[in-house]
């Protein structure tokens, strides 16, 4: 059987694909172990136009097509899924990732999917494809964790439970990857660079966070061992990948845990590899931060969101301005440079009363990250407006009082992170267009002067051009 799982296609319309789709990789490893490798699997990238995308899966003739999507890019995997069903009427269309698992029911009533599979994909996708038996041959009711198509009607079966122990997943299928196609925005250490899994989920639950995947069941974390991480940086080294980014939503969701894998990465002696991660700046001490120097960790991204405690409060954050600059700081001395993730005009809810951020609390968050770069405690930043995206409590938040500008679908099908897309109370468009301008500004004029940008992502800097005319 042959089985092609895909990215959107990239080139069509461009969004960051810095890193290939470990989800779809550790679904096609398991799936390969599941059916005992009775099926030829590919992997199809985001590096192609929707041309030679549907040209590609048109010529090898799959019986299953998996397709695994973001919000961001939903309305291009719809166009996708539409050119795939156009030339491969009899292929089985299986659709897949965060925001298929936050709005499967638009999912199927919006594109050609035969199947939409939410939360995680490993055991849902190897049963599908050991069930199969022709497109329209088979009752998938037996199937948990789906949506699929049955006498013209849609039909959901019962919640998937998560993977207890991701130890028992195999390593990605790294074999099916040209690591050379994929080029991250900051870079130490080229030319190869590669993501890996550290965990899955977070214990928080911010009201702006959309990552439905890890919240559709519980533990809302789960963590690989040390020893399994290590093996797979081994892998990695030995493919010739020199700068890995660790993958999770906080490398220190338990700060000893996160010294016991440092210490394991530094006895691997892999003085030539470099590290980047996420972390929390309320779980920081100056023992971990040495410990990432001496592991090559060159840079952490932490979410600041916002410099007011009444805001970071509101949102559900649980970290105070105070952490984060004590944190900056021991980032500092030892030598690890800081990314900080920030937001505008982040909105949310108490005692049912609506809530926002106001215009002198932008312009403080702004005051906040110039002080922080003056003092060379941060080198990066982000800056884009609070955006309600299916799966988080802001997009109920949103849809309960009446913030959208326009149709909901069209902010997650338009997003880009310099969009306007809520009604802020008392908040002229006007006036928070020209807060995204000036962050913009502040945020480009910190990337020049930190340097370690990748010449490939001159893309990012006409988006942030076209932001600025616009």
């Known amino acids: 059987m042959k089985i092609i799982l895909a990215d959107p296609p990239a080139l069509e ?77 009899d292929v089985l269309i299986v659709s897949g990732g965060p925001h298929v698992t936050a709005m499967p029911n638009e999912v199927m009533e919006s594109s050609e999917t035969d199947i939409a599979v939410i939360g995680e994909g490993e055991i849902t996708f190897s049963e599908i494809v050991k069930s199969y038996s022709g497109k329209n041959k088979n009752n998938y009711s037996s199937i948990n964790g789906i949506l699929f198509r049955a006498n013209d009607q849609i039909q959901r079966t019962k919640p998937r439970a998560f993977v207890t122990d991701l130890d028992d997943l195999p390593m990605p299928a790294w074999d099916l990857i040209d690591f050379s196609d994929y080029k991250g925005m900051h870079l130490k250490k080229q030319p190869i660079e590669s993501s890996l899994l550290i965990s899955r989920g977070c214990p928080f639950d911010c009201a702006f966070c959309s990552n439905p995947v890890w919240k559709s069941a519980k533990p809302w974390l789960r963590h690989r061992s040390v020893e399994a991480i290590c093996e797979e940086i081994k892998y990695l080294y030995n493919r010739g990948v020199r700068e890995i980014y660790m993958s999770s939503d906080e490398l220190n969701f338990n700060e000893s845990w996160a010294q016991e894998l440092c210490r394991a990465i530094f006895n691997l002696n892999y003085r030539d590899l470099y590290f980047q991660c996420n972390m929390r700046v309320d779980k920081v001490s100056e023992e971990l931060t040495d410990l990432l120097n001496k592991i090559n960790c060159w840079l952490v991204h932490i979410g600041v969101e916002s410099a007011n405690d009444r805001v970071l409060k509101g949102i559900g954050k649980h970290i105070t301005v105070e952490q984060v600059e004590r944190a900056a700081r021991l980032f500092r001395k030892s030598n690890v440079n800081v990314f900080a993730f920030t937001m505008l005009y982040n909105v949310w809810e108490e005692d049912g009363k609506l809530c926002w951020e106001t215009n002198e609390e932008v312009d403080n968050t702004i005051r906040f990250m110039k002080k922080l770069f003056n003092q060379k405690l941060i080198q990066y930043m982000s800056w884009q407006f609070c955006t309600p995206m299916p799966g988080s409590r802001l997009y109920r938040i949103a849809e309960r009082h009446g913030l959208f500008r326009g149709d909901p679908r069209v902010v997650w099908e338009h997003f880009d992170e310099h969009t306007v897309a809520m009604k802020i109370p008392g908040v002229s468009e006007k006036q928070m267009k020209w807060k995204i301008k000036k962050g913009i500004l502040l945020k480009d004029w910190f990337m020049v002067r930190s340097g370690n940008i990748s010449l490939k992502h001159l893309w990012r800097v006409k988006e942030n051009l076209r932001a600025l005319i616009k």
Do not use: M, W
């Open 13 to 89: 319309r461009a969004y960051d694909a810095s890193y290939p789709n470990l989800g779809l990789l550790y679904i096609a490893s398991y799936t390969k172990r599941a059916v005992e490798n009775r099926s030829e699997i590919e992997y199809l990238g985001p590096r192609y136009d929707l041309k030679s995308h549907v040209a590609y899966v048109k010529q090898k003739k799959p019986e299953i097509y998996g397709i695994s999507f973001t919000s961001k890019t939903a309305s291009l995997a719809y166009e996708t899924i539409h050119a795939v069903r156009q030339n491969c009427p």
